[in-house]
């Protein structure tokens, strides 16, 4: 269904997900329970081909977070979508590398 990896970062944690078949909304429930926890005190980067509306629940479930972003392959980052750190803003782009 879904698989997570995650690498630790000194600032953030990156969480992605493959997708080995369709999934459905009406898996979103389990597929969060799934998802892996993560430092509440780091930033997170949520990585992956999959629909939006995974994407936004990962992004709700890791609000806790100090900040969240997605990683955008064109920039070769990941984008702020919302921060609790004043030192990182909201379409921020944050470096990530391999």
């Known amino acids: 269904m879904v698989e997570f990896s995650v690498k630790e970062y000194d600032n953030f944690t990156l969480v992605e997900f ?24 780091k930033g997170v980067v949520i990585s992956g081909r999959g629909p939006i509306w995974l994407h936004s629940a990962l992004a709700h479930l890791y609000h806790p977070t100090k900040w969240v972003s997605h990683y955008d392959p064109r920039l070769g980052g990941a984008v702020v979508v919302q921060t609790h750190d004043p030192a990182v803003k909201v379409g921020q782009v944050i470096e990530v590398r391999a």
């Open 18 to 41: 493959r997708l080995g078949d369709p999934i459905t909304p009406d898996q979103l429930p389990h597929l969060l329970e799934m998802a892996p926890d993560v430092d509440p005190t």
